[in-house]
């Protein structure tokens, strides 16, 4: 998906809204533990109640990876599923991947190609050459941590640089722009500190921002499009435990429904007061 | 395995070194294709006539999820084929994961729980919180990228914290001892530059270094020993493409042996000569 579809979409939906697909095994209602492909099947009726009101998924590897083969199966049922019945959704591969060029050339060829994520996070540690091979597939998209919403981001996004005067996460901000541009590189911005994203946006004014932590981490919607927000959106701000564990009985998928549909009603608004629509 | 177990096993092999298990599947031998594990097969193979020269396996994990399910199939067939014939190898996930903390969890829980691997490296930029839940399970290892081998490691790595004067790779190696010790917590070390070990044994005197690179990258295994060995040795030095593709026929795995033997040799002699053996 190219970025003015993704525009397109966000216009036409109302929302800016990602849900966290971070299906975890032992945390599903006990009905679909009897079906063949569980998590699949968690996710598929979580995607067919949301589905109208968000403009992308998130799954996050980690809940996958745990299970084994069994687990990428379901992730690419998962995957397939939305990508027949939703065509316009923006899937992400909450991956968090980097290595060497010749290995993140692997990893690019397993996310984008293969499996045909629309994007991938990546980590900037590994610098350059970790990085750009994610960005040679037409359409597709590498999101960048800079800052983290956790406490650990803390410890090294914040030293600052002797040289340039710079935090660390401002340096990935700076530096990953001659990789990428608007059009195929997002950042991961933690929405803990809102007020932040003030700043941020002087550096990247017209990318694109994912930002975790709205909800279950603590994050505020209003604060987040006030200081995030820029004209065509640039906002995909995700929800997971909040939208895809609100209910644990058998009408899960309908609560998150009614969840994800309060989101889309709060972003409706916000995308009107900040005139995106 | 435990630390002691490590550096009894260097010493009665007198070896310090660590094949990456890089298996490019568009690189496997043409009568390998026609079985059904074509993948497991070449690593059988190898591991069969290294094994004796070699102290730990490191698969990376980008050419086996290139594959999907069936990656993962051919991964754990191999992790087992290398537990039951040779226990005494240590097996490294070379994965490079973070993610805050209750996602590092599963991670940890699919590498070092389900898949039984001795260590997975970790990638530090999230800081602790998505590094400890990799320190919890008992005998099992942490290796944190601290300066990676690659052209990108100078675009963050180097850049100097303005409060400590110190580069974030040392702060890396400074922060993380009070997270982990040298029971449970090695540093990747790039080896393109082996007198920067000198500085890096300063910082850290008794952890394990896991050095890439010797080989294809261009490190060179007597500067890397002259300046990183320590009294327990302190050292696994990997070694991939210059072993497992030394050969592309059908006797790619002796010839795979006798590499690993002249390594093997190489480091006997840099063993004795450092007085840890």
């Known amino acids: 998906m190219n ?20 299906t975890d095994y032992n945390m599903l209602p006990k009905f679909l533990m009897e079906t063949e492909y569980p998590v699949f099947e968690f996710n598929k009726r979580i995607v067919d109640e949301t589905a109208k009101y968000v403009v992308a998924y998130k799954p996050n590897m980690a809940f996958y990876e745990i299970l084994g083969a069994a687990g990428w199966i379901n992730l690419l049922m998962t995957i397939n599923y939305i990508r027949e019945r939703y065509p316009d959704i923006f899937i992400i591969a909450d991956a968090k991947r980097s290595d ?3 290995t993140s ?7 984008l190609g293969e499996m045909n994520f629309d994007a991938i996070t990546v980590n900037p540690y590994m610098g350059e050459d970790s990085v750009t091979p994610f960005l040679s597939f037409e359409n597709k998209w590498v999101i960048l941590l800079a800052l983290t919403s956790n406490s650990g981001a803390s410890d090294f996004q914040f030293i600052k640089d002797n040289e340039t005067d710079q935090k660390l996460f401002e340096l990935v901000l700076r530096k990953s722009q001659a990789w990428g541009n608007r059009e195929n590189m997002m950042y991961v911005v933690g929405a803990t500190k809102a007020e932040m994203l003030a700043d941020i946006r002087k550096i990247v004014p017209e990318h694109f921002l994912l930002i975790p932590g709205v909800g279950a981490q603590g994050g505020n919607l209003e604060e987040v499009a006030k200081y995030g927000i820029n004209k065509q959106c640039g906002l995909l701000v995700n929800s997971s435990r909040n939208i895809i564990y609100a209910d644990a009985t058998n009408i899960f998928a309908k609560v998150a429904g009614e969840k994800a549909y309060e989101m889309q009603k709060e972003m409706e608004i916000l995308l009107q007061k900040y005139k995106v629509i």
Do not use: E, H, P, T
């Open 3 to 22: 970025y003015k579809q993704l525009v397109s979409n966000i216009k036409q939906k109302k929302s800016f809204l990602c849900v966290g697909l971070d």
């Open 100 to 102: 060497i060029g010749n």
């Open 105 to 111: 050339k692997m990893y690019a060829k397993a996310f």
